[in-house]
């Protein structure tokens, strides 16, 4: 294993996580992707070799929605590594209709929340003994939309739905992302990890590949400068590299700006962060 700082991270072959990941191999980073499909993981080695020759990319499959599968590659990444610097929590998806997974899921829930919080459980101990280092996960002022926080039901919660009706959900699953870090942050408080979020702002990337015209929108929205994936990727790589975030835990930051934002007042209290920590851990253990 050579010097370079092995940054670890999850929806790396498109959107905000494909340019983060570019970003961070011409920073000279050692990546280690955790991807759900070979082609695009593939494609992905192929770009970072042609902007950053010689950049070393570690791959490890894994469909993010099957935490049984999202432990196992956790366990494979601390297996390859000796130390892991960075821990990138980015991957997720809005689903709008309902899809349950084979272990019986919301797929939505499963993707954005229970995975990165599997996943990081999985790398607690490797990435804790490799301090001072960082844990980074993607989460959104979508969070505003949840209407309220019931842990065991929020996480078991398989009802179906309409795709106005999504956006709740999707905002529910983001502040569970928000709750997960500042929970997590006070946990790991005075070891040298870094515990942060990120609202990467709106990004046309983002839109949700389901929606009928999904992609025209996108290029539309492109081409007027709208919802530019750049701004989600930069507060991304600063809050992974960035000496100004190497200390703080528990901070949840913008984007373009890297303002600190509030977690929505209905997941804030800590009895609450707390609660959803030990549910899930009951849950998923």
């Given at each position: 294993?050579d010097?370079?700082?092995?940054?670890?991270?999850?929806?790396?072959t498109?959107?905000?996580?494909?340019?983060?990941?570019?970003?961070?191999?011409r920073?000279?980073?050692?990546?280690?992707?955790v991807a759900?499909?070979?082609?695009?993981?593939d494609?992905l080695?192929?770009?970072?070799?042609?902007?950053?020759?010689g950049?070393?990319?570690d791959?490890?499959l894994?469909?993010?929605?099957?935490?049984?599968e999202?432990?196992?590659?956790?366990?494979?990444?601390?297996?390859?590594y000796?130390?892991i610097?960075?821990?990138?929590?980015?991957?997720?998806?809005?689903?709008?209709?309902?899809?349950?997974?084979?272990?019986?899921?919301?797929?939505?829930t499963?993707?954005?929340?229970?995975?990165?919080?599997?996943?990081?459980?999985?790398?607690?101990g490797?990435i804790t003994a490799?301090a001072?280092a960082?844990?980074?996960?993607?989460?959104s002022?979508?969070?505003?939309?949840?209407?309220?926080?019931?842990?065991l039901?929020?996480?078991t919660?398989?009802?179906?739905?309409t795709r106005?009706g999504?956006?709740?959900?999707?905002?529910?699953?983001?502040?569970m992302?928000?709750?997960?870090?500042?929970?997590l942050?006070r946990q790991?408080q005075?070891t040298?990890?870094?515990?942060?979020?990120?609202?990467p702002?709106f990004?046309?990337t983002?839109?949700?590949?389901?929606?009928?015209?999904?992609g025209?929108?996108?290029?539309?929205?492109?081409?007027?400068?709208?919802?530019?994936?750049?701004h989600?990727?930069?507060i991304?790589?600063?809050?992974?590299?960035?000496?100004a975030?190497?200390?703080?835990?528990?901070?949840?930051?913008?984007?373009?700006?890297a303002k600190p934002?509030?977690?929505?007042?209905?997941?804030?209290?800590?009895?609450?962060q707390?609660?959803?920590?030990?549910?899930t851990?009951e849950?998923?253990?």
């Amino acid at each position: 294993m050579d010097a370079r700082p092995v940054i670890v991270m999850t929806g790396a072959t498109n959107g905000i996580g494909r340019l983060a990941a570019l970003d961070l191999a011409r920073r000279g980073a050692r990546l280690g992707i955790v991807a759900r499909s070979r082609p695009k993981a593939d494609a992905l080695r192929q770009e970072i070799e042609r902007v950053a020759p010689g950049s070393p990319i570690d791959i490890f499959l894994a469909d993010l929605s099957l935490l049984a599968e999202v432990r196992r590659a956790g366990e494979e990444v601390a297996a390859h590594y000796p130390r892991i610097d960075v821990l990138i929590n980015n991957a997720g998806l809005h689903a709008f209709s309902q899809r349950v997974t084979s272990e019986g899921y919301a797929e939505m829930t499963a993707v954005n929340y229970l995975a990165p919080w599997v996943l990081t459980d999985t790398l607690r101990g490797r990435i804790t003994a490799s301090a001072p280092a960082r844990i980074v996960t993607v989460a959104s002022r979508a969070s505003l939309r949840a209407g309220a926080v019931d842990p065991l039901k929020d996480l078991t919660d398989t009802a179906d739905f309409t795709r106005r009706g999504s956006s709740p959900r999707y905002g529910l699953s983001k502040l569970m992302d928000i709750m997960f870090t500042q929970e997590l942050g006070r946990q790991l408080q005075d070891t040298g990890v870094a515990v942060t979020c990120c609202c990467p702002g709106f990004n046309a990337t983002g839109l949700g590949r389901e929606l009928p015209l999904a992609g025209a929108l996108e290029r539309a929205l492109t081409a007027l400068n709208i919802g530019d994936p750049r701004h989600g990727a930069d507060i991304i790589v600063k809050l992974a590299t960035d000496p100004a975030f190497a200390r703080g835990t528990g901070g949840y930051f913008a984007a373009r700006t890297a303002k600190p934002l509030r977690c929505p007042e209905i997941g804030r209290d800590e009895a609450v962060q707390r609660s959803l920590w030990e549910t899930t851990a009951e849950l998923v253990r």
